[in-house]
């Protein structure tokens, strides 16, 4: 499949691949793909929804790299001397980093709740009440976006300076991406149109009423910018010759930490990323609507994809192996 049959394929798709907005690919340091659907430009931006965790994973492993935490294991509520532990909670106090970055840290309840920590004033506290519980650390994998909003809270508190302006003055700005600006309006309405809305965005990232941005979803990026990320991955943690995010960390954030189950495909995770395969150097930060960073090592590829939502769309990583890859091979 060479460029132009990718883009009829994505065009004329009535399944999976029909809401693909943006696919660009960085292979050995270069421009092998840059093509859009949708009326969408290269430079445009959307909401990447879960593909932020993996934005926030680079964050704090720079926050490490530069003394303001003093390791992954340092534990969360030290962070949070101010805020009131509920009277009988205990396993809050044993709650660390590490346990957030490999969704291994505990909550109570059954499912996430959306609904209180979305309409408080402050998205990082309000998921503090549900941090813990009963049942202490096991270890156990639970997959919770409202958990990762901790640490941005963790970072702001350990830096002194908003999460958003961290991340522009560490990331974005030194790898030559635009600068985000905060999404303030958190009203419901405003909070269901950032999710489903289908028409580009600004660079922008979505944040509570204190100006912390959400740290499990709603960053809005383009393809390019993904692509870009995942080229430092791939580089190690280098962009132009400049250090952006220590190599000892890179390694410890996609070195597999647990194993998960069939719904997630029986891939391995890092501190937010993912390993597809138990024997192949691929990795990847994925979200809903199949919005990646897609970084194959053995290929010294990287790849960015955007689409517009669509439901029960997780993983793409098989189309690009099967489809994109192709089409850089014949573009290099």
Wanted: contains cysteine; glycine residues 10%.
């Amino acid at each position: 499949m060479n460029k132009e049959q990718l883009h009829r394929y994505i065009s004329e798709s009535t399944g999976n691949e029909s809401n693909i907005c943006q696919i660009y690919a960085i292979k050995e340091n270069g421009v092998a793909l840059d093509d859009c659907w949708h009326g969408f430009k290269t430079l445009d931006a959307m909401n990447v929804n879960s593909v932020t965790k993996g934005v926030m994973a680079l964050l704090a492993g720079i926050a490490l790299d530069k003394g303001f935490i003093e390791s992954v294991d340092q534990k969360v509520m030290d962070f949070f001397p101010d805020y009131s532990v509920k009277r009988g909670e205990k396993t809050i106090y044993d709650v660390t980093i590490r346990h957030l970055l490999t969704m291994t840290a505990p909550y109570k309840g059954k499912s996430e709740p959306w609904k209180k920590v979305c309409t408080s004033q402050s998205f990082t506290y309000a998921i503090l009440d549900y941090l813990g519980g009963r049942n202490g650390i096991t270890g156990e994998f639970r997959y919770a976006t409202l958990g990762i909003q901790i640490l941005a809270g963790i970072i702001e508190k350990a830096t002194g300076e908003k999460c958003i302006d961290f991340a522009n003055n560490n990331l974005f700005e030194p790898l030559g991406l635009p600068k985000r600006i905060p999404h303030g309006d958190s009203s419901k309405e405003d909070q269901f149109d950032f999710f489903m809305n289908k028409n580009p965005r600004k660079y922008e990232w979505y944040a509570d009423p204190q100006g912390t941005v959400t740290a499990g979803w709603e960053l809005c990026m383009s393809a390019k910018d993904m692509a870009v990320i995942g080229s430092l991955v791939l580089n190690g943690g280098t962009c132009n010759g400049k250090r952006i995010i220590s190599e000892e960390y890179l390694k410890d954030m996609l070195t597999p930490h647990i194993k998960l189950g069939e719904r997630f495909g029986f891939m391995n995770y890092g501190y937010l990323w993912y390993k597809p395969y138990n024997n192949k150097d691929v990795y990847a930060a994925i979200g809903d609507s199949g919005n990646i960073i897609y970084v194959n090592k053995e290929e010294n590829v990287s790849v960015g994809m955007t689409g517009t939502f669509k439901p029960r769309i997780f993983d793409r990583v098989d189309f690009i192996e099967k489809k994109v890859l192709s089409v850089i091979e014949c573009t290099v």
